[in-house]
């Protein structure tokens, strides 16, 4: 039998990471846990330890892939390309996900674009979720990204409970302010946009932060999440919703609308919004997650990485 491959992933513990196993949990890989970070506290795993030179050269014995995922704005494009030169001296190919062409979390892009240039030309293998991102990928780097879409984020068991009943249109907006989020940008239109639909009334914003079951059950008492988005790539609230039945209705940026079925608006033009709005109202889509084809997809997504894993190592 074949000895299931180590994989150092950047990060391990994510939700997107640890729904890259299947459904059963027998893979033919094994993530290796996020390593202790010196002086932070037990559980974080930022600055990965992965991404240390140092580290790379103590554990290569222990590692057969390392896979980055996030947070790799935490070094410099000139420790990055450190990091790349040590992995090549030591035999450990690098696969890359490019979950980001733009960072959510950063007002300029130098640095994560500056980054990018390092990593995705010396990854073995990169992979992206969506065939726009793929084209984007290409058209900069000239490199043939694989499309595996993102796996499911609501559990499973949860994925397939009802939802409850609600009075007319309940929309909700993503308050959290981040630099691509921007829900300022957005309350006078979507108060007044609700105000005007029969039945329809808007949530107020959550003041704490939530647990992940506090979110489900905050997303599955919405009909509709509103996103305030100025830029991004992917968004892991348009797979939540999609998991809890929740209508997104979101500005037309970066390749969300690849990911699921949503209603797209422009952000800054007066009557977009309130337009999409209309639709949610009028039409209430249904576009919830089959949980069968939502393990099935889980399954899939497993598999092509443990065959892409094993093709870099070969």
Request: glycine share 6%; net charge negative; with cysteine.
């Amino acid at each position: 039998m074949t000895a299931p491959l180590r994989i150092a992933s950047v990060p391990s513990d994510h939700p997107y990471v640890r729904h890259l196993s299947p459904v059963t949990g027998v893979a033919g890989c094994v993530r290796l846990p996020d390593p202790p970070v010196p002086d932070a506290p037990a559980g974080q795993w930022w600055p990965p330890q992965v991404l240390d030179p140092d580290w790379l050269r103590a554990h290569a014995d222990d590692v057969d892939v390392v896979h980055v995922h996030f947070g790799f704005e935490h070094r410099t494009t000139t420790e990055l390309r450190g990091v790349v030169a040590v992995l090549r001296r030591l035999g450990l190919p690098l696969v890359l996900t490019v979950h980001d062409l733009m960072n959510p979390h950063l007002a300029d892009q130098r640095p994560h674009l500056a980054a990018l240039d390092v990593l995705v030309p010396a990854a073995a293998a990169v992979i992206t979720l969506t065939d726009g991102a793929a084209a984007e990928v290409r058209q900069r780097w000239a490199r043939d990204a694989v499309v595996l879409p993102h796996p499911h984020v609501v559990p499973l068991d949860r994925l397939a409970a009802p939802r409850g009943e609600t009075d007319g249109l309940v929309v909700g907006l993503h308050a959290k302010r981040r630099a691509n989020n921007d829900p300022d940008a957005v309350r006078s239109e979507l108060a007044s946009a609700v105000a005007g639909l029969p039945g329809a009334r808007l949530v107020p914003d959550l003041e704490r932060r939530l647990t992940d079951d506090e979110l489900w059950d905050h997303l599955s008492g919405l009909d509709v999440l509103v996103l305030a988005y100025r830029f991004g790539t992917h968004s892991g609230f348009v797979e939540a919703c999609h998991d809890l039945g929740t209508t997104v209705v979101a500005p037309r940026v970066g390749h969300l609308a690849e990911q699921h079925p949503l209603l797209s608006y422009d952000l800054g033009t007066a009557g977009s919004l309130t337009a999409a709005l209309g639709r949610a109202h009028d039409d209430k889509p249904s576009w919830r997650a089959d949980p069968g084809e939502r393990a099935a997809q889980r399954d899939r997504v497993a598999d092509a990485h443990d065959l892409l894993y094993r093709a870099v190592v070969a």
